[in-house]
């Protein structure tokens, strides 16, 4: 069985741009979790998404946004970057609701 | 609010030897699922092991077993025989299993970096 993947897994943009990322879960997982993780802050929890609907939410502003699609795709978008937003961004997907699986990450980086 | 603790952020092993990596957590969860994740530099997030806060009986998945203390909050891991390939860093997180707060996330503690000294 294939494994969660992310795309890009490198991205460059620049401050005040607004940048979309992709996670395809595990065949059969319908829960999609978000994590960013910096070397300050370590791993933080953004969004977590179950059948197209966000049940959990992290403490980030109104920039970081997500949805699910009806085939448990996710995707997050991040509006006007800031340097700050530089960071490893990792999916998770799920079948239970306490095992996750992780994709390999999407490195963004804000100039 | 969940919070896990990883105390040591650094550590080292000579190859073939046995190391103790620490971690507490604190919830007001009773029902809670604990986990210890491998994120080598390739930064790929591995998971090592899990076990039900309901489970006395320690987990283990070959070289990697865990030391549950539930009453102290404790949940350390240890890993046998170290190899090489061991040398990562290591995440120890918990997730409640009660949805009634919407709380299906992990939470992480800061890691500690395993060397391991051929």
């Known amino acids: 069985k294939a494994g969660v993947t992310q795309t890009p897994r490198y991205l460059i943009k620049t401050r005040g741009q607004q940048v979309t990322l992709s996670c395809s879960p595990i065949?059969?997982?319908?829960?999609v979790s978000w994590y960013q993780q910096t070397p300050g802050q370590g791993l933080q929890f953004l969004f977590e998404?179950?059948?197209?609907?966000?049940?959990n939410k992290g403490n980030f502003p109104g920039r970081f946004s997500g949805r699910q699609f009806s085939n448990s795709r996710s995707e997050m978008n991040v509006s006007t970057l800031e340097l700050g937003d530089s960071a490893l961004y990792l999916c998770?997907?799920?079948?239970?609701?306490?095992?996750?699986?992780f994709g390999p990450g999407t490195r963004l980086t804000v100039l | 609010a969940q919070t896990v603790t990883q105390s040591q952020p650094e550590m080292s092993v000579q190859e073939a030897e046995t190391v103790t990596l620490s971690c507490t957590y604190d919830?007001?969860?009773?029902?809670?699922?604990l986990f210890w994740y491998k994120q080598p530099p390739s930064r790929q997030m591995i998971l090592v092991i899990r076990?039900?806060?309901?489970?006395?009986q320690n987990a283990t998945e070959n070289r990697f077993s865990v030391n549950f203390q539930k009453a102290a909050k404790s949940f350390s891991l240890k890993i046998s025989d170290s190899q090489l390939g061991d040398a990562a860093m290591y995440f120890c997180?918990?997730?409640?299993?009660?949805?009634?707060?919407?709380?299906?996330?992990?939470?992480f503690g800061k890691g500690t970096k395993l060397s391991v000294i051929p």
């Open positions: 998404y179950f059948s197209e609907t966000q049940r």
């Open positions: 998770a997907s799920s079948w239970t609701d306490n095992e996750q699986f």
């Open positions: 076990q039900e806060a309901y489970k006395q």
């Open positions: 919830t007001s969860e009773s029902d809670y699922y």
């Open positions: 065949s059969g997982h319908r829960s």
């Open positions: 997180a918990i997730i409640s299993t009660y949805s009634g707060a919407g709380s299906y996330q992990l939470t």
